[in-house]
């Protein structure tokens, strides 16, 4: 009886010792830095293809470093490079069409020329002409005004000059009507030629977009990675039919990690955006990392529940990101870490 009276008193001390420890240790956290337990968080994109096709080869393996660039994965282009060259005989035999409407509409405007000076050259002989019939026509009627010093030969000579004279005049500006008549047609043989080759220029616009589409797509079957980082995850085989805008690699960015924690509203206060926090993981005891708070959640949530006792999750509390140059690698996504935010200097 005595024993287990001893004992009894044995096992109140021990459970009063670990509650005494317990207490005190809550008491240090709760006097301690504003802090919490996060994860480690990297950032993560995928590689994908605008195009779909069969996977033709896989240059990298998950775990592998790449760099920004870096071709890893190739689909088959069969298609898309028939399309691409194509289009690169449209786009010549559409700028040999522009060509072609272009040099018409310049010959069509050099007639234009032509007919106009044409034109000129009537009206300024029509002109002469005119002047010498009436010169002519004034001579003879001053030989039939003094008929007794005249003779009638000279006369008749006079008069014939004035009637080839006017015949002429006619002729010229039969010439001045038909080189207009000629200007006419040219002008709008020109301008059917202009609106062909406007729209020979068209077709090259065209015929290039469509190059340019095409050669997009063949650029597409090399699927590169968007960043420099590590191959997470390659979700398909070569062989493989896939789809466009399937993921076909992601690549994680270690280069800046994130340690996401939850910080309770008694602490908010010293969460602020650009502040500096130490992160300390348990796979590197003896190493500080340095962060800066990026962001902190606007608003309140309850404390997960998956990764806190029911006690807190009755809690409220704030999601803290903070952003930790990992240049070494040291630091991987799904380690454990503990943040500790730095006072801010009021």
């Known amino acids: 009886m005595r024993r287990m009276a001893v ?47 069969r996977i033709d080869a896989v240059f990298v393996i998950e775990g592998q470093a790449v760099n920004e660039g870096e071709v890893l994965v190739r689909l088959d282009c069969v298609e898309p490079n028939a399309a691409l060259s194509a289009a690169q005989a449209q786009v010549l035999a559409a700028r040999g069409q522009a060509t072609a409407a272009s040099e018409g509409a310049s010959a069509a ?12 050259a009537a009206d300024a002989q029509a002109r002469a002409l005119g002047a010498q019939a009436d010169a002519a026509q004034r001579q ?52 059917a030629a202009s609106a062909q080759a406007g729209a020979a220029a068209q077709g090259v616009v065209a015929a290039e977009a469509q190059l340019e589409r095409a050669q997009v797509a063949v650029d597409e079957c090399d699927v590169r990675s968007p960043r420099t980082g590590q191959v997470r995850l390659l979700p398909f085989e070569e062989g493989e039919l896939v789809g466009p805008g399937m ?41 500080e990392f340095r962060g800066t708070v990026a962001t902190v959640a606007t608003e309140p ?41 730095q006072e801010v200097a009021q």
């Open 140 to 191: 003879a009627d001053r030989l039939d005004a003094v008929p007794q010093d005249v003779s009638e030969s000279q006369r008749d000579q006079a008069r014939a000059g004035a009637i080839g004279l006017e015949a002429q005049v006619q002729a010229a500006q039969s010439q001045k009507r038909a080189g207009q008549a000629q200007t006419r047609a040219a002008t709008g043989s020109a301008s």
């Open 109 to 120: 405007g050099d007639a234009i020329g032509a007919a106009r000076a044409a034109v000129a």
């Open 247 to 287: 993921t076909l690699a992601s690549i994680v960015d270690l280069s800046v990690v994130h340690a996401a924690f939850y910080l309770p509203n008694a602490e908010l206060a010293a969460a602020q955006a650009g502040g500096t926090a130490i992160v300390r993981a348990d796979a590197w005891p003896d190493t």
């Open 301 to 341: 949530e309850f404390t997960p529940r998956n990764i806190q006792t029911r006690t807190d999750r009755d809690r409220l509390v704030y999601r803290v990101e903070v952003d930790v140059p990992n240049p070494d690698g040291a630091l991987r996504p799904g380690m454990p870490v503990e943040v500790e935010l």
């Open 7 to 53: 004992g009894f008193v044995l096992a109140i001390l021990v459970l009063s010792a670990l509650l005494g420890v317990r207490i005190v240790r809550n008491r240090m956290a709760l006097d301690g830095p504003p802090g919490g337990s996060g994860v480690v968080e990297g950032t993560t994109v995928r590689a994908s293809s605008r195009v779909g096709g």
